[in-house]
């Protein structure tokens, strides 16, 4: 039977997988993009962003992630929505099989399906995810109107997102298990003049409770060992992200926290033929325009490879 073979296969669709489909498929490359859930990754989940160049006046994550998704398309990037669960290697071929047991056959293969949000991982949190508990300040932040939130984090994602939900909230305390923010400069000046957030510092949550929905938090004094409740109507988690890295298992070579490693220049991983962009990438810079960089440059590596292939 024929067999259907890509010369590029792209596992995820934020801004690096993007960038990878409208590079290859541009390069005149048979490209597929696989997503599990829809395109934009991350950058999805937010509302402005306003460190993309281009956009002078920022754009909203949703937007950016349609016309990226639209751009890779129309040089045709094919889009193929399942979850990936393995990769294998068979006769100088690359076999990607999806959750639903279907399997693709590629001739290189660039891995960008980045990373996911971190859970605090204590008792009543899932229990609460969507009756409270949110990961996703654009998706929620309108359900908080006029209530006094929690965000737990203090890097920039808690900043930058803690500053959205004043847009809506009475009250955003930020509770940050330091002394000091890790957020850059300018967010930290924001969020520290802010007249609608405060800070509860050295303090982590230990649990989340209330009947239905949220309503209290017991917090930890981490330099006392004190507990004490917090009342609160909400609690937006930004405390980091981990790799998506599940499907490759020791494909490629991934670092002690699981990103793969990849060289920062010719995105190859430790198998020819396969590379990494974006988030998913060892040491990568986690922004949106660094994601879409390494996801050009991974494209144009996997273009040699294949033309060194035809030639040899
Ligand atoms: C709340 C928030 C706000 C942010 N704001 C900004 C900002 O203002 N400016 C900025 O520059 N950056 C911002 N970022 C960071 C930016 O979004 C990321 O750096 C960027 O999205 C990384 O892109 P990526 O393509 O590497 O990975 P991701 O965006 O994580 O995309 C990976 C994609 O792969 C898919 N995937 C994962 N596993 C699989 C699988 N097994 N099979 C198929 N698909 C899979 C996922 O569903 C996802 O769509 C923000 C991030 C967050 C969370």
């Known amino acids: ?11 995820g669709g934020g801004g690096a997988g993007l960038t990878a489909g409208l ?15 829809s395109s934009g990754g991350q950058i999805a989940l937010t509302d402005t962003v306003e460190n993309y160049p281009g956009f002078p006046e920022g754009i909203t994550g949703p937007e950016i992630s349609a016309k990226m998704e639209e751009q890779a398309k129309k040089y045709g990037t094919e889009f193929i929505l399942e979850e990936v669960a393995k990769l294998e290697e068979k006769n100088s071929q690359f076999i990607i099989r999806t959750s639903s047991g279907k399997e693709y056959f590629s001739k290189t293969i ?21 009756r409270g508990v949110s990961y996703c300040a654009t998706c929620d932040g309108a359900f908080f109107k006029n209530k006094a939130i929690a965000v737990v984090g203090g890097g920039d994602s808690a900043l930058q997102e803690g500053i959205f939900l004043t847009r809506f909230a009475t009250q955003v305390h930020v509770i940050h298990r330091r002394d000091k923010l890790r957020a850059s400069p300018i967010l930290q000046t924001r969020a520290l003049h802010h007249p609608k957030i405060d800070f509860i510092w050295n303090a ?9 929905k949220v309503e209290n938090l017991k917090l930890k004094d981490v330099n006392t060992n004190q507990t004490r409740d917090f009342k609160t109507d909400g609690v937006f988690v930004f405390i980091g992200h981990d790799p998506e890295t599940g499907y490759i298992g020791d494909f490629v070579k991934l670092d002690e926290k699981k990103y793969v490693i990849a060289d920062p220049v010719t995105m190859e991983t430790s198998r020819k033929g396969v590379f990494a962009a974006g988030e998913i990438r060892t040491g990568a810079v986690k922004q949106l325009v660094t994601a879409c960089g390494e996801g050009c440059a991974a494209a144009l590596q996997a273009q040699y490879y294949l033309e060194n292939l035809e030639q040899h």
Do not use: H, Q
Not at 204 to 212: A, H, M, Q
């Open 1 to 11: 039977m024929d067999k259907n073979i890509w010369d590029v296969a792209i596992i």
């Open 23 to 37: 590079y290859a498929s541009r390069a005149n490359l048979k490209t597929c993009l696989f997503e599990k859930m």
């Open 110 to 130: 660039i891995l960008a399906s980045g990373a996911s949000f971190r859970r605090m991982g204590v008792p009543g949190e899932r229990e609460f995810t969507g």
């Open 204 to 212: 982590v949550v230990e649990s989340v409770s209330g009947s239905g």
